[in-house]
Structures are given as C-alpha cells and as structure tokens.
C-alpha cells in the first residue's frame, strides 16, 4: 500500500477514556503532525480531565473487579486479548506508519506488545498460582516448638498503576506496563506521550472493545497529565519510560515524595556495544558486530532506549571497523516507511529531528562525523524538509576519554565509535555511561566475555554477549523480553520493567505474617506443617471439588530388609558401594555401614501411600524440594504421611493440580526423606 493510499484522517481531539466514558477535552488541544508528510494527525489536550477521579474511579471499581480474579484468570484474559489484538493489528500497523515506523518497526511495536502479552500470561498459568494471594518464599520456623512460624505473601496494590509513555513505542510502551500490573490485579491508567498518543488511543479503543476488561481495569489519559501526580496515594505506583530529566523530576514530585509512591523510571541510557580483540575482519563476531551495531542505528530510525549509542572497538580496528559499518549504512534508504525498499523511516517529529540535531552538534566537539550529514539526507518517496527524515550519523572519537559520547544521547540514528586497548579500560570506559540498559559484548572469546560482564554488569540491567554460536537465535542487542530484565541502574532510571514475574510482584505488597500453622495455612491456602491433618476416606479418592487442604493419608509401617537393598540395586544396577559392600560402607563417615537407596524410600513411600484402583487422580508429574534427611539403615521401618498442599484447578481443563506434602518417618519418628509430590487430579468424579 503507498503511503497516499492511507485513508485521510479527519483532524479530530483525540480523546480520553477516564470515569467509564470516552471524554474530550474542552480546548482545542495542540496539534499532532504526520512524521511523514507534516500533515495535522489529530489534536490533543487533557484539559478538563477530572485526573483525582479517575484515580479514585480506578481504585474503587478496577481494583475489586480485578481482585476477585485468580491469577490465571487474569492470565487467561490477557491471552484472549492479545488474539483480539491481533486479529486487529491492521488498523495499528495503519496509525504507525504516520509515526514515521517502516513496516518491520511497526511489528517492533505491535507484535512485540501482543507478544508481552501472551507471555504474562502463560508465565501467569505456570508461575503463579490459581489464587488471590502469592506466597514468597519457604515458611519460616519461629519457635522451638513448631507453633509459630512466618512466611511472606504479596497482595496486590489497592491503588492504580499509573503508567507514564514515551512517544517511541505508542503501543509495546503501554502493553509491557498494563500486562504485569493486571495481572497482579492493579488498575491501570496510562499516559501516552502526546507525540504519539494517536496510535495509544486506538490500541485503547481495541482493548476496550474487546469486552475482555474488567471495568475500570483500564484508563487512558491523552495529554499532558495536568495535576495527576498530585493525587497518588501510598497505595498507587508510577512507571514512567522517558527522559533522565524529566524522571527526575517526577521522582521528586512532593506527593510521591510524600507518600513514598513506588516509582519505577526508565529513562534514556548511553549503552555501550563492545568488540572483542579475537573479531577481527574475516571473523564472524566481525561481521556480526558490524551488523548489530547498523540495525541498532537504524531499527526505529534509533529511537530505541535500548539502541547502541557507543561502539568500543579494540584500537587496532577501529579503522576496519569503520569502514564496513559505513559500507553497510551507504545501503540503507531513507524515506517514505511504506514503501517496500526503504530500510529506515522518519524520526517521531520535526520537533525530535532538531533535538538530535542539537546533540549531534555537542558530539561533534569530541569526535568528527564519519557517515552521514545532519542537514541533508536523500529520501525516497517523500518530502525530506516536511517529513522528519534524518540520515544516519555515525561518528569516530579517537579519544575515548572525552565527556560527551559518555554524556550526551542523541535520541536517533547516531552513533560514536571509541577505540579501547584492554578489558579492563573498556569496563571503565562502559561505566562512564553511568548506568545503562543493555550492553553488549561481541567476541568468541569466552575468557574476553567474562572479564567484560563481571566488571561491566553493576551498570547494566541486562548483558548480551554475542558469537558464533547463538547468532543465529539471539534476539538482538535492542531488544527487551518479558521474561528478563528490562531497566538499568543510575542514568538508565534505576528501575526495571518487564522481568517477568518480578515485575508482577513489583505491582503487590511483601508482608511477613507470623502466626500458628493453622492460621498461616488459611491466610496462605496452602497447608503449613504442624497445621490440622484430616484422616478418613483416601484422599486419592477425591476429586478437586471434594479434596481439602489438609487431607492426609498415614501409610505404613514397612520393614526395609537386607534383601530390599540387594534387590534394588541389582535391579536397577545402583550399586554404588554404600548398599553394596559392607566394608567400604562402614568407613563411610556418613553412615558407618550399608544404607537404603533414597530412591528406594521414595518408591516404598509410593507403594505405601497409593490407592491403586482408577480414580480421580490421573497422573504424577513429579517431585520437588526432595532431600533425604536421615540414613535408612535395614531393619528400619518407614512410614508415610502424605498431606494435600495446594489445589491449583486449571481454567481451560478438566483437572488440576494438587501438591502434596510427604513427610516419611523412621520408627523414631525422625524424618527419612521430604517432599512435594505433584499429581493431577480430575475437577469432578467419573459417573
Ligand atoms: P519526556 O521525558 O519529555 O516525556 C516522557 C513522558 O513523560 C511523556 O508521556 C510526557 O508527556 C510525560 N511527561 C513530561 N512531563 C511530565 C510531567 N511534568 N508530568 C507528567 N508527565 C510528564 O520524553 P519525550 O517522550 O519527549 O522524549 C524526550 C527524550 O527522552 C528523547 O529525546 C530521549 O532522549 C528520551 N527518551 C527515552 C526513552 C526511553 O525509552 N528511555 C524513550 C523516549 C524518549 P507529554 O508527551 O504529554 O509531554
């Protein structure tokens, strides 16, 4: 499709969805320009947006609607949303390309934020369980005598999540905050930045009319967020992804001050991306290093957070290294982002052109300008001066020691070559960047790597080394994942979005509750040791829907023998000399003569516990947290008491899980072996 086949937008004040109604404004907004043509998009202001009631419309109908969700309920939304999503990414895609973002950006953007969302939400179903609480952490015995006992919960936030954009991710920005604060059950309210809040608006819109959400679960405030921050409470958060100057000064905003609001900041970073001395030309870290570092100038026209802003290469190939990448950057064509052959699109606005400008200019004084012209640029299918085309500028600075590289981010296309001449000045020389997002490493040296990431990891939030070996799969410098750390230390905002279940729990409050095992196991949902059992009719004859936490079966006793022994490791060929040869046994300091195999008491403990016959239980799929605690010795008799844990039905089937928790014991009545068993068991009895 041509850039002039996309349907002509009326100028319209784009609107806010606040109090569980769409609102617009009552001016007549500022206007927002196509990145491409210059064109008037739409307009935008918040003024007269009521910014206390919708927090309080959020904390009083979102949250409870939420909360009365499990865990995987949530997650199950989230899944069915990003297919709706999905299903309409065309009319994202659409809005996009006015940002200036070529087709592959436009997927950055929307398929990346559909896919945070798929990825909350099955590490919701695997991670979490189908509860309302979250238990952190093992029990903590507090007394000799077992009666009490702490453990750490996390309960969601009863504020709203107030999500502060940046205008280079209209879509993947909101998607990575909203995804983990629903799925801890907090509200969210995002705040697009205006330069782009067109493209947030829609994806709003879309979510909305998915039906998916529970009300209130989802605000949007387009336009400056007027007095917002003076209404958070102790009980909101405040993610905010934008500029190191404007982070700090909302951090010190007197009600976050005030209120100690969990503020999470992501800002700008000067990340670093280093060449090893073994890559040299001809190598594949070579030509890997060359290649990175062009996708990260060009990728977003190098609006990334994360794009690489200095490039150390060992001295001796600085000048090798310069002249592939600038072979490589003469092939990128700069224009019109729908059309098929052009490689990198425009900057987000005229506005942002001058901005990168004005850095280009105080980086020139450290360094000269190896590709490139600020001024000019020659563009495909569009207008250079209307649209906010910049070329790519890649700079040299021969003395890496000079401020600016490590000062100055020009948020576009640009990027500074530094030569270095050992690991351990380019370590130094990556921390001047005073913290960054993500640094990267380009070497098949794994010696080089290590030095690199033990002394450069305190000032990064995540580490790439790339070689040979994992290229083919790596997702790249640029790129954050759900399921890692996305944030930096210092300048890079000293916080962390994504970062999978951490960034859930960073939505919830840790508190350590101290009481008896039986009261920890009714605040918790899960059976605490020392709390009541409950004996009677089998609990393997239970489905879900009869089985109770603390339901317990006492099996036994049964006489390890001799024979037992002998057979078991003949059997199954361990015949490791502790159960085989008595005189070696008996020097072992441990056991001072032949012991059973742990996994021969684990197997009796099996056949004493079992209730054979079909059943409501369907599978065991496994044991976790075993340890053998006391030597079996033949003679010794065991006996079992296996308890029911935890319940975690399933949402989209017909059976759960059910933990249990197996405790075998000695005639003395000294724990053998520990346990959790993990079966699946069906929700109902079989008619
Ligand atoms: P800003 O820091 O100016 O804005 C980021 C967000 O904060 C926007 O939503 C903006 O809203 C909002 N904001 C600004 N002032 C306030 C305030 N007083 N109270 C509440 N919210 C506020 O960044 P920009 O998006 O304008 O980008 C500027 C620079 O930031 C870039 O040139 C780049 O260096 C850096 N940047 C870093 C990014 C990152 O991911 N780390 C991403 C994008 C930019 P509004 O737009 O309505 O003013």
């Known amino acids: ?113 559909i896919g945070v969302l798929f990825s909350y939400s099955s590490k919701g179903r695997r991670e979490l369980p189908n509860d309302t609480v979250y238990l952190d952490g093992a029990v903590e015995p507090l007394g000799k005598a077992g009666t009490f006992v702490g453990r750490h919960i996390a309960t969601p936030l009863r504020g709203v999540a107030v999500q502060i954009n940046a205008f280079n991710f209209p879509v993947w920005g909101p998607l990575e905050k909203f995804a983990p604060a629903f799925l801890a059950g907090v509200p969210s309210l995002v705040k697009p930045a205006s330069q782009t809040a067109y493209l947030t608006e829609k994806l709003v819109e879309l979510m909305l009319a998915s039906e998916l959400l529970p009300e209130g679960s989802l605000q949007l405030v387009c336009g400056s967020a007027g007095d917002l ?41 000067l990340n670093c991306s280093i060449l090893g001395p073994d890559a040299t030309p001809g190598t594949a870290e070579f030509d890997l290093y060359v290649k990175q570092l062009v996708t990260e100038m060009t990728v977003k026209a190098g609006q990334k957070c994360t794009a690489i802003r200095r490039a150390f290469v060992p001295a001796e190939l600085l000048d090798d290294v310069q002249e592939a990448v600038c072979e490589r950057l003469a092939r990128i064509s700069v224009g019109d982002p729908s059309n098929p052959d052009v490689r990198m699109g425009a900057l987000a606005s005229l506005e942002q052109r001058e901005e990168v400008r004005r850095s280009l200019k105080a980086l020139s004084d450290a360094g000269r300008i190896v590709f490139g012209d600020p001024d000019h640029v020659e563009v495909v299918g569009a207008d250079a001066e209307r649209g906010a085309f910049l070329s790519p500028v890649l700079l040299r600075a021969d003395d890496p020691q000079r401020a600016e590289p490590h000062e100055v981010e020009a948020f576009g296309p640009v990027s500074t070559l530094l030569p270095y001449t ?9 921390a001047r960047g005073q913290g960054s997002l993500v640094g990267s490493v380009v070497t098949g040296d794994a010696e080089f790597a290590r030095d690199v990431v033990l002394g450069a990891a305190p000032w990064h939030g995540r580490m790439l080394v790339l070689d040979a ?54 605040v918790g949902n899960s059976w605490v040791p020392g709390a009541p059992r409950s004996e009677g009719v089998h609990p393997f004859r239970k489905s879900l829907a009869e089985l109770r936490i603390g339901d317990s079966v006492v099996a036994g006793p049964r006489i390890v023998t001799d024979s037992d022994v002998a057979h078991f490791a003949e059997f199954t060929g361990d015949t490791f000399y502790a159960h085989t040869d008595e005189a070696a046994a008996a020097a072992n300091p441990l056991f001072g003569g032949i012991v059973a195999h742990g996994y021969l008491v684990v197997s009796f403990a099996a056949g004493l516990f079992v209730s054979p016959e079909p059943g409501p239980v369907l599978a065991n799929y496994g044991l976790e947290n075993l340890r053998f605690l006391t030597p079996v010795k033949p003679g010794d008799e065991l006996t079992v008491t296996l308890t029911c844990k935890q319940i975690t039905p399933r949402e989209n089937a017909d059976y759960g899980e059910v933990r249990w928790d197996a405790d075998v014991t000695n005639a003395a009545g000294d724990s053998v072996a520990k346990y959790d068993v993990l079966t699946l068991v069906a929700k109902e009895a079989a008619r």
């Open 1 to 113: 499709m041509s850039r002039h086949a996309t349907p002509p937008m009326s100028t319209r004040l784009l609107r806010s969805y606040v109090g569980g109604e769409w609102r617009t404004a009552a001016d007549e907004g500022t206007p927002l320009h196509d990145a491409v043509t210059g064109e008037e998009v739409a307009r935008v202001s918040s003024t007269g947006i009521d910014m206390g009631g919708a927090l309080e419309y959020g904390r009083r109908v979102g949250g409870p609607a939420l909360r009365e969700l499990t865990f995987h309920q949530r997650a199950a939304l989230l899944k069915a949303l990003a297919s709706h999503l999905r299903e309409h990414r065309d009319e994202l895609y659409a809005l996009s390309a006015r940002t200036g973002a070529t087709r592959g950006d436009s997927m950055f953007d929307v398929d990346g934020g």
């Open 229 to 269: 921050l003076d209404h958070v409470t102790e009980q909101d958060l405040v993610s905010f992804t934008g500029s190191a100057a404007t982070a700090r000064r909302l951090r010190a905003h007197p009600a976050v001050v005030r209120n100690a609001v969990r503020f999470n900041a992501e800002a700008d970073s």
């Open 422 to 430: 050992s690991a351990e000045q380019v370590v130094e020389l990556a």
């Open 469 to 522: 070996d994992d290229a083919k799969e790596s997702t790249g410098h640029g790129s954050p994942l759900p399921m890692l750390v996305h944030g930096g230390p210092g300048r890079a905002g000293g916080g962390e979005e994504l970062g999978g279940i951490r960034a859930v729990l960073h939505h919830m409050q840790r508190t350590a509750v101290q009481a008896s095992p039986k009261v920890l196991t009714a």
